[in-house]
């Protein structure tokens, strides 16, 4: 096996990937977007490569991974064409209906929801949408909206780790690894299924006072009608043919991104009077933007051989106790991802297992100990994923608009419900690991 010997260029990109991950992941306290600072990281990091001769522009076109960024882009505007349908209201109210004031089966089935729609649609998007909702449900029936609020951020947490289009980790990692959309459901189905069934039993533990008030039944039947029907209906048979696509992708020969890209023209096709301008408006670019910026970052990182230098150091650790560097993997991601933004450490950890790959071993089991571990880690803190700052800042303009300020979702309250949550998850997935270790340590394409 080589062994790479440290040079100025590992530590011009070493330099630079450090100051800009600092810069990301402290922007709550210097105000700058992290978005800035991946663009920044991503200019310098040309420039220096081509100072010392490891990266260029055209090289750092080729390190960004077009399929995240393509399939990112069509599911947030097929998603922008569905909201004002008001389809997703009418699940919710309608599942408040049923529930009839039960506030655990409320849970239960709001949860069920989110958790399905999170398989397909980014946990922000998921939680963007009922995360209003949930808020007027509870009003309604003058409850703590808090058991519901943190359900949704945690269920779509984790129910994104399921599918590789459910959260953006997954999507770098599936790409990167070359797996396709059934086998990451095979592998990882199971686990979030068993993780989902003990983050809900332990989400009525952890909220067993709150649930346990019998609340006001009102009826929702008065509830305003789907505004379109005509492309609601649509909308979920062309979501039904696109969830087809992805199982058959790899026969077909298509990428995720192309499938979804289909999905999008059927859907702004059929419903003809689609202002493109406007759903096209409501794709989050700044988002994208950043993904394509971490990708130039990383992949200047890779070709300078930092990466790769410092993947030499893990390999007799991985190739002498596979188990153990799995597990140990899935544990640091997830309090790593709990502490800072889970897709800068998916793109910093990738070359590094392609990297041991390249040297023979085996690293089937480090994907998915990464996947269920940045996955589940989001669970952790209150800053552990987008979608839990969301709920966060919706709580807490809920306690100051309504004068209740116990409505509010703070860290110690995270703590409290959340972190907990998150152990109990990787215990779930560590529990599944060692005991199928031989099938999750099978290499990709046997």
């Known amino acids: 096996m080589e062994t790479l010997v440290w040079n100025n260029a590992m530590l011009v990109s070493g330099i630079i990937l450090v100051f800009t991950f600092i810069g990301i992941f402290t922007e709550g306290l210097h105000g700058f977007h992290r978005a800035k600072f991946a663009l920044a990281g991503a200019g310098s990091m040309v420039i220096a490569g081509q100072f010392f001769g490891f990266y260029d522009p055209e090289l750092a076109i080729e390190a960004i991974d077009w399929n995240v960024v393509f399939l990112l882009g069509a599911m947030m505007t097929i998603v922008s064409i569905m909201i004002p349908t008001g389809g997703f209201q009418a699940l919710a109210y309608t599942i408040a209906d049923i529930s009839q004031g039960r506030l655990y089966l409320l849970l239960i089935m709001m949860g069920t929801l ?9 946990n922000v998007t998921t939680v963007v949408i009922f995360g209003p909702l949930i808020i007027l449900i509870c009003q309604a029936l003058r409850v703590s909206p808090i058991p519901f609020l943190l359900a949704a951020a945690l269920l779509s947490d984790t129910g994104g780790v399921a599918t590789l289009v459910g959260d953006p980790p997954n999507l770098m990692i599936g790409s990167a690894a070359d797996i396709d959309f059934n086998t990451f459901f095979a592998h990882m189905g199971f686990i979030v299924f068993l993780a989902w069934i003990g983050t809900v039993l332990f989400l009525k533990v952890l909220f067993r006072k709150e649930l346990s008030v019998t609340p006001e039944a009102p009826s929702f039947q008065e509830r305003e009608a789907i505004a379109d029907p005509k492309i609601w209906k649509m909308s979920l048979w062309i979501l039904g043919a696109m969830v087809i696509g992805f199982i058959l992708h790899n026969d077909l020969h298509w990428e995720p991104w192309f499938v979804s890209a289909l999905g999008l023209c059927a859907l702004l096709f059929f419903g003809k009077n689609t202002d493109m301008d406007e759903h096209f408006a409501e794709v989050e670019i700044t988002l994208l933007v950043f993904f394509m910026a971490l990708f130039i970052l990383v992949g200047g990182v890779e070709h300078s051989g930092f990466l ?21 993997l899935m544990w640091v991601a997830a309090f790593l991802s709990a502490a800072i933004d889970n897709i800068p450490f998916t793109a910093a950890m990738i070359p590094i297992i392609l990297g041991m790959e390249a040297q023979g071993v085996n690293v089937t089991p480090l994907w998915w100990a990464l996947s269920a571990g940045v996955g589940m880690g989001g669970n952790g803190t209150h800053l552990g994923s987008t979608a839990n700052v969301f709920i966060v800042t919706i709580s807490e303009k809920l306690a100051k608009d309504s004068g209740h300020p116990e ?24 529990v599944v690991m060692v005991l199928f270790f031989d099938f999750f340590s099978t290499p990709l394409g046997n």
């Open 114 to 122: 989110v958790t399905v729609l999170s398989l397909l649609l980014d």
């Open 308 to 328: 790769r230098y410092i993947g030499q150091f893990i390999i007799p650790f991985v190739q002498e106790d596979l188990l153990t560097a799995t597990i140990l």
């Open 407 to 430: 409505y509010a979702i703070t860290p110690s309250v995270w703590f409290k419900k959340g972190t907990p949550v998150m152990l109990l998850t990787l215990v779930i997935c560590s």
